[in-house]
């Protein structure tokens, strides 16, 4: 059984940074691109960055150049760096894992993290 545990979110100000991790269990970890993508209510689940299993990375156009998505695979985690964060950064994040080349449209990931929540205040 596959499990992805998500941690690193809160509450931060503005212009702030936070570190996402994601810790994964029940698949081959190295194999697996993985990918980063939030949801705020009311708003359709956004790509936010991806990282193949050879460690070729993809961004969104809303967090190019500040946020970083880097893997661990000898502790089977991916991580997102978030740094000068804005206010309408704050969402719920969420990591996910996908056999196979990056990809960005969610529907296209098989194993996904609950969520966790991001809050940045001005």
């Known amino acids: 059984q596959v499990e992805m545990v998500e941690s690193g979110g809160g509450s931060a100000q503005a212009g702030a940074s936070l570190r996402l991790s994601c810790t994964v269990s029940?698949?081959?970890?190295?194999?697996?691109?993985m990918a980063w993508f939030r949801q705020s209510p009311g708003k359709v689940r956004e790509f936010l960055a991806a990282?193949?299993?050879?460690?070729?990375?993809h961004y969104g156009d809303s967090v190019k150049g500040r946020f970083a998505i880097a893997r661990d695979n000898s502790k089977a985690t991916v991580y997102l760096e978030m740094n000068t964060l804005k206010p309408e950064d704050t969402a719920v994040y969420s990591c996910?894992?996908?056999?196979?080349?990056?990809?960005?449209?969610?529907?296209?990931?098989?194993?996904w993290g609950q969520g966790t929540q991001v809050t940045v205040s001005s």
């Open positions: 996910a894992a996908r056999w196979g080349r990056l990809s960005v449209w969610p529907n296209e990931y098989e194993h």
């Open positions: 029940g698949l081959t970890f190295s194999n697996y691109a």
């Open positions: 990282l193949s299993a050879k460690n070729s990375s």
